[in-house]
């Protein structure tokens, strides 16, 4: 069910951002505190636990050896998803996907793969007959606001942790991992800003995000350059707006991306 | 004097002891229900919870938000599981007259200060407006403490409450279910929100009153 906020907090919380403050106490470009945890779940190839604020991400990766494409017969295969916890937040119900989980995890998907974070052609081990598949798959443990960015991040922690399993006569070895790493050559990082009354605002909190008329979500990679875009929400951006949040997100990126150890 | 902390199913006593709240009895023998500090005396038991979230109780003033609203009832989220219903008869009394259209008084998205009127045996919360002291929240802000600590921003016989209300000029309303409502000048505001925030750190020392006095004399 959808949560209805009292129109009371809303006023409050536009109030407070037309005055230049937040609700708890942040700059309009501060994130929440991140850490980025790797490793954390052996059977996985590779893992991480992101914390920003009171969210947390968990992200693992798992990679199978399958077919490629036929219209992409020298390039392995990506797949992301997203889990939103029952646990997470009293809004989120077990079954099957609901729109906003499949948008967490397309949005994260087309950062990894817009900014090639991910050389495919190097998962294809015999042209259009074996590559690795790569699995993504984003558990959201607490949601407190903005997960694009905390998923986005955690993909890519336990992306950059992964160490490709042992093979034996085109068989993985469960449990067996070798010291070779996933072609990992860029570090795409997403930015999500809310627009809330007049304000555009970095990295909503649960309060910010259930008032807010509009978020834009930009993915940044390495060089700086905007890779993937995502708006949501009723309300809308002017030109002006936009071009400025992408400036504003492409600053905060490096400071993510200093977080993302190789 | 220290108070015992226990935890979920912990035992506690044996023997027909009256029971308050946070504790449940199996073949006479007493256990918590909750993490909290035990309170055992010579025939009444209770453990008063140090977290949680909030369990309506009849009598009790909330602070709700509508959330969903029919012809004849408002449905508030009072920040338990199930919503909690007003039905018209709840809010109009014979004597200001009935409305026939119910959102022209309140909508979704309204916020009310209400009291428990009932709880059916099926634990259906219902909230009446009727009472006293209930009305419909005008601007302000709504800020969130943990419902066991509400006692303290109250204070003994509302000692604290009055003492706030009375130092800063803004108007605060509790509810039991752990949000509190406050009204002022933006700069009260904001000292009210941190005062709350400071007693629901410090809701366990000594001389909390006195302290968040010293506290308010200071911000001046």
């Known amino acids: 069910m959808e949560h209805v906020v009292a129109e009371i907090r809303r006023d409050h919380i536009a109030n407070i951002i037309r005055d230049g403050k937040r609700v708890d106490g942040r700059g309009f470009d501060d994130y929440r505190p991140i850490t980025i945890e790797t490793d954390i779940g052996h059977k996985a190839d590779g893992s991480a636990l992101v914390k920003m604020g009171d969210t947390q991400v968990m992200a693992g990766i798992k990679l199978l050896l399958g077919q490629p494409f036929s219209d992409m017969p020298n390039s392995g295969v990506l797949t992301t998803n997203a889990e939103l916890r029952p646990g997470a937040s009293p809004t989120f119900e077990a079954g099957p996907p609901k729109p906003p989980t499949v948008e967490i995890a397309r949005v994260v998907d087309r950062g990894i793969r817009e900014s090639g974070a991910i050389d495919v052609d190097k998962l294809c081990i015999t042209e259009g007959e074996l590559c690795w598949i790569v699995f993504v798959d984003m558990h959201v443990l607490d949601y407190s606001g903005n997960l694009f960015d905390a998923g986005m991040l955690s993909s890519m922690a336990a992306l950059l942790d992964t160490r490709l399993p042992k093979v034996e006569d085109g068989k993985i070895i469960y449990g067996e991992k070798t010291n070779n790493k996933l072609p990992i050559a860029n570090k795409p990082v997403e930015t999500t800003f809310a627009k809330i009354g007049s304000g555009v605002v970095l990295d909503p909190n649960l309060d910010e995000e259930r008032v807010m008329d509009a978020r834009l979500t930009v993915a940044t990679d390495k060089s700086g350059d905007m890779c993937a875009m995502q708006k949501g929400g009723e309300g809308t951006f002017t030109p002006d707006e936009i071009f400025e949040t992408v400036e504003r997100g492409a600053k905060k990126a490096k400071e993510l991306q200093k977080l993302l150890k190789d | ?220």
């Open chain 2, 1 to 220: 004097m220290a108070r015992k902390m226990v935890f979920p199913g912990e035992f506690i006593v044996e023997g027909d002891l009256k029971m308050g709240d946070g504790v449940f009895r199996e073949n006479k023998r007493v256990y918590s229900s909750v993490m909290g500090l035990l309170d055992l005396k010579e025939n009444f038991v209770k453990v008063i919870p140090i977290t949680g979230r909030y369990f309506p109780k009849a009598n009790d003033f909330v602070v709700g938000e509508i959330e969903d609203m029919d012809f004849g009832s408002w449905y508030t989220n009072i920040g338990t599981a199930y919503s909690a219903t007003i039905t018209a008869k709840d809010y109009f009394s014979e004597r200001d007259g009935f409305q026939e259209d119910i959102s022209k008084v309140m909508r979704i998205g309204d916020a009310v200060y209400a009291m428990i009127r009932e709880i059916s045996p099926r634990k259906r919360v219902f909230l009446s407006m009727r009472e006293r002291g209930s009305r419909k929240l005008r601007g302000g802000r709504i800020i969130e403490v943990t419902p066991a600590k509400v006692p303290r921003i109250i204070g003994r016989q509302g000692s604290m409450i009055s003492m706030i209300k009375h130092e800063t000029g803004c108007q605060v309303l509790v509810g039991q279910n752990g949000r509190v409502w406050i009204e002022g000048p933006q700069e009260k505001m904001d000292l009210v929100a941190g005062i709350i925030e400071r007693i629901e750190k410090d809701a366990h020392t000594q001389g909390l009153t006195e302290n968040i006095k010293n506290m308010i004399m200071k911000e001046r």
